[in-house]
T-cell receptor
Framework: SQTIHQWPATLVQPVGSPLSLECTVEGTSNPNLYWYRQAAGRGLQLLFYSVGIGQISSEVPQNLSASRPQDRQFILSSKKLLLSDSGFYLC?????????FGQGTRLTVV | AQSVSQHNHHVILSEAASLELGCNYSYGGTVNLFWYVQYPGQHLQLLLKYFSGDPLVKGIKGFEAEFIKSKFSFNLRKPSVQWSDTAEYFCAVNAPGRRALTFGSGTRLQVQP
């Protein structure tokens, strides 16, 4: 079955520090991969999606960037975190049918 | 661009009440439709999906949804809710050939015993 491993589960970072969240996929090849941010009462906001290695589309202007160095690896990064980057970040993928999700990362910028 | 609207942001029901959560999408072509549920402290899980065929789709835990193409809707229903159905529910759309899976803003369902 398709699974996504996402880490860390929680993270506290100071303002201005860099960020790297990683997710890896098992059980499927060439998935479409997504980074979402989930805010209370605001649902899932699509940040980035990727259809293949090195291919990234940005949905919303951000202080964040994404990369896909390998077919099953998707990374969310920032050079300098802002307080407003705090939130719950979710990696997701779609293979041939429905989407599958990582466990999410709760990021708190202090 | 495709978008998904869930008009009910917070629904409170008593056990045994019937449930209907609205979902409307905007996209003129063929779509795949999904309902996901997120129980407190857990991952998003698939409740049901529609790709083609019978527009009335049965999912897990007694949930069903009906795709009405003319109304661009995919409402989620359950005849009798339980306390354990307390969760957040997300409608999602993926148009074949397009890349992004688009979610609605979610509906928080609270079932009171």
């Amino acid at each position: 079955s398709q699974t996504i491993h996402q880490w860390p589960a929680t993270l506290v970072q100071p303002v201005g520090s860099p960020l790297s969240l990683e997710c890896t996929v098992e059980g499927t090849s060439n998935p479409n991969l997504y980074w979402y941010r989930q805010a209370a009462g605001r649902g899932l906001q699509l940040l980035f999606y990727s259809v293949g290695i090195g291919q990234i589309s940005s949905e919303v202007p951000q202080n964040l960037s994404a990369s896909r160095p390998q077919d099953r690896q998707f990374i969310l990064s920032s050079k300098k975190l802002l307080l407003s980057d705090s939130g719950f970040y979710l990696c997701a993928g779609t293979g041939y049918t429905e989407a599958f999700f990582g466990q999410g990362t709760r990021l708190t910028v202090v | 661009a495709q978008s998904v609207s869930q008009h009910n942001h917070h629904v409170i029901l008593s056990e045994a009440a019937s449930l209907e959560l609205g979902c409307n999408y905007s996209y003129g072509g063929t779509v795949n439709l999904f309902w996901y549920v997120q129980y407190p402290g857990q991952h998003l899980q698939l409740l049901l999906k529609y790709f083609s065929g019978d527009p009335l789709v049965k999912g897990i835990k007694g949930f069903e949804a009906e795709f009405i193409k003319s109304k661009f809707s995919f409402n989620l229903r359950k005849p009798s809710v339980q306390w354990s159905d307390t969760a957040e529910y997300f409608c999602a759309v993926n148009a074949p050939g397009r890349r992004a899976l688009t979610f609605g803003s979610g509906t928080r369902l609270q079932v009171q015993p």
